[in-house]
């Protein structure tokens, strides 16, 4: 019973939003069906080898309390015969795992040849820029830290660094890739389930390397066409006095000097885009949920909550504060 309970609990941990053992995309199924033949085939000897080990100290147990060493006899038929069907079986052991191998490197390269949506995902210390094409207008329209893509088409997703080496993961959708300076690297995703799921860096870059993940959101085609349309379009205008306060901040201070709000004077290119920052679900890179208090925590203590960030501390009255707070919240 309480061994059944483990078992369960340890299944428990295969399911979720950041594993390889629930794939959720077309790549991440061609991977996880090669590591579960790899497990197989490895499982299959290890128990072989530990087997054999286990019944040849049984053998020799007896020679060992007489304090010598067992005989081979050179011409024992029945051990060359056992070699032979040993050998036999590391080979067809081996073929499997290229076989495997040589599939799933097929299935990954069937969705290289398809049309694919393009995506460019730029890895900084310690957040994602993110670009698409507006399929309407060809204009670039930028996002951070959180990726959607549409449900069963393939989107080529096109991997560069700003800074250090990182590495672009999301395990349940695709294999991981190393984004490096100066270089063009791409990965493809063709999700196949709708909903969330979670991204992380995979290479060490830094002090803050665990607190540089991404969400990513499947939708429907429908739904990421409006998504889509609904980011390529400039921040909304303040819809009260608050909000309208909190936009002089913003546009008018600090912020302004590293943050883009389109439609706004804020121009900084050095930290992610804010023009819809309202409609994401984190904030610094999954490391708050993105609530107002998140908001302001983050604006006032940026390195208490993530030490090394790029982001200054900004010291705003609690009236400043409550309409900054506010105005990137109405951002959607
Ligand atoms: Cu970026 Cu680790």
Redesign the pocket.
Known sequence: MRRGLAFLLLLGGCAGQQTPLAPGGEQAASLFTLFGLMMAVTSVFYVLVLGFLGWAAWRARGHWSRGAAPVVEPDDVGLSRSLVVWAALIIAGLFLLVGGSFVAERALASARAREALQVSVT?H??WWRIQYRDPATGAVVETANELHLPVGRTARIELGAAD?I??FWVPNLSGKLDMIPGRANSVDITPRQLGWFRGQ??????AQ?AH?AFSVKVDTPAEFAAWLAAQARPAATPADAAAARGQRVVVGGQCAMCHVIRGTAAGGRAGPDLTHIGSRRTLAAGTLVNTRGGMQGWIAHPQAIKPGTMMPPVALDPADADAVSRYLESLK
Do not use: D, K
């Open positions: 890895g210390q310690w250090v990182h590495s860096c995979a290479e060490f870059c830094g390397h540089m």
